[in-house]
């Protein structure tokens, strides 16, 4: 299990490289990059006619910068290292994330480690959470679903389950601030923000309070698209494995309804749920939570990676989708160690994996 676990982190690796390789290509190829925004900033055009005059070219001008002393324009390149070849900025890229310096931000005047080290503690509050409650949901939801089968109760909650898949999380957001948030007679929540303005003032137990009740509406976004698909999930896998021979005998030694649920289903079942976790986490904790951060003006790393990728800032970017990638390869590896220790027949090891 132990050369398994090495051979996977040393995996990860190449595979940083590659990812990290076509967005550097995609994004020299993407138009109204930092240098031609700079020089539009100059001459006082919008960021709309930034995008029309192509990607960044160290090696010629564009019709941006006509007008423009060249050797401004030399000096706006060397600002943000557009005076060598793409090649050679990869290059050097790739040097410094070895010893993860992302470099400096283009706009924003900080390193982007500072950054993400700053936004960082709001994406895993609402990642942590969110995944949290909608396990705490969905696990005893989908069981209670697959014992009482066909039941009213399994009808009800079904159709409910079906309204929540639908629903996407940002509009169910903001469903939740007209009703709760002064929409309405009711303004009960927040409706910005992680901590209110006093938070520093709060004693120990008031900044714990001020802080769930700032989470309450974002987290319940988040939790109403995730626990639906894991419910049912639950739910297919219990009633997948209540047919099985080893329940059948179990029953038939007299063993309590109880015990056959969770000393013996139980296990065989939550495999699936394993298997599914490493997804639910990196969706909840990185690609969710974009829209829920913007609704909620929560200052979190997917909200600083998407006006990162607006503002073309290329090292924050570029540093985010760093972070994102290595924390999704290592949340895959733990899922897949979590299998193994569920169920020991399973050996990644023995297969060459």
Known sequence: MLGYILRRLLLIIPTLLIILLVNFVIIQAAPGGPVEQAIAHL??????????????????GSRASRGLDPKLIEG???????????PERL???????AVLDFGSSFFRGAKVTDLILQ???????????ATLLTYLVSI???????????????????TAIVIGYAMPPFLFAMLLIVLFCGGTELNWFPVRGLVSENFDQLPFWGKVADYFWHLVLPVTSLVVGGFATLTVLVKNAFLNEVTRQYVVTARAKGVTERRVLYGHIFRNAMLLVVAGLPQALVSVFFAGSLLIEVIFSLDGLGRLSYEAAVARDYPVVFGTLFIFTLAGLLIKLVGDVCYTLLDPRIDFAARGA
């Open 140 to 158: 005893p939801l989908g069981i209670r679903k697959a014992v009482r089968h066909g039941s009213y109760f399994d009808i009800w909650s079904s």
């Open 76 to 86: 706006i390149k060397r600002q943000y290292g557009f005076d060598k070849p793409a």
């Open 119 to 129: 936004k960082l503690p709001v994406t895993l509050s609402l990642g942590f959470w």
């Open 43 to 60: 001459q006082g055009v919008g960021g709309g006619a930034v995008g029309a005059s192509g990607g960044d070219n160290p090696q010629g």
């Open 91 to 97: 290059w050097i890229m790739l040097k410094h994330y």
